[in-house]
């Protein structure tokens, strides 16, 4: 009887041992399994608003593709050239739109291409600084420039400069407007007052 015993404990112990292997050897490969990674959604720049245009610097990224990718500036024609698709037309076009027109010419040699496309440097939209400010001339935009930043990048007012006479000229479509600053209110901080800029415009500090 106590023969038969220890033959069924011995059985149960070996099964269980066995089950542990299993168990183990299941996890191991759960572990080691390889995971899928997924190429990155093609993407602009933080302002994929913004209309590129000549002499703009791009950073253009193609995955897996790094002939394909670098940076590279625009043309004064407004075009870009790459590898293996000749000129792209870029100027006009924001960063997201010129990475689709990029994708749309690669799938002819690449499948399923992921292409980002970011703006480095912006040099195709400046506003001008006139009159008493320390640095004169085109000062070129940043996103969102403001009349405090665009006075700040010029290095700021002269001391002969008269604050409440500054105003801004803007070209707009068969005519030109002359917008008045009120520029200690900007200073104190009133968004109202600090006015946004658009390319082209003229800040004149009598």
Wanted: charged share 15%; hydrophobic share 40%.
């Amino acid at each position: 009887m106590k023969s038969g015993i220890l033959v069924i404990l011995a059985f149960s112990v070996s099964g269980l041992y066995g089950q542990s292997q299993q168990d183990q050897s299941g996890g191991k490969n759960a572990q080691t399994a390889p995971v899928a990674v997924a190429p990155p959604a093609a993407a602009g720049s933080e302002a994929d608003g913004y209309v590129i245009g000549a002499t703009d610097v791009l950073t253009i990224t193609v995955w897996k593709e790094e002939k394909l990718s670098g940076t590279i500036l625009v043309r004064p024609d407004g075009m870009i050239s790459m590898a293996l698709i000749g000129d792209v037309q870029a100027s006009g076009l924001t960063p997201e739109q010129l990475a689709n027109q990029i994708s749309a010419k690669l799938k002819k040699f690449i499948q399923e291409p992921s292409v980002s496309v970011v703006i480095t440097q912006i040099h195709s939209k400046v506003v001008y600084m006139l009159g008493e400010v320390v640095r004169r001339g085109p000062v070129e935009m940043t996103p969102g420039m403001t009349l405090l930043t665009a006075i700040a990048s010029a290095g700021g007012l002269t001391d002969f400069a008269n604050s409440k006479k500054i105003y801004i000229l803007r070209n707009e479509p068969g005519s030109q407007q002359r917008i008045p600053v009120h520029y200690k209110e900007a200073l104190k901080g009133d968004r109202l007052f600090n006015l946004a800029l658009k390319p082209g415009d003229t800040i004149v500090v009598p």
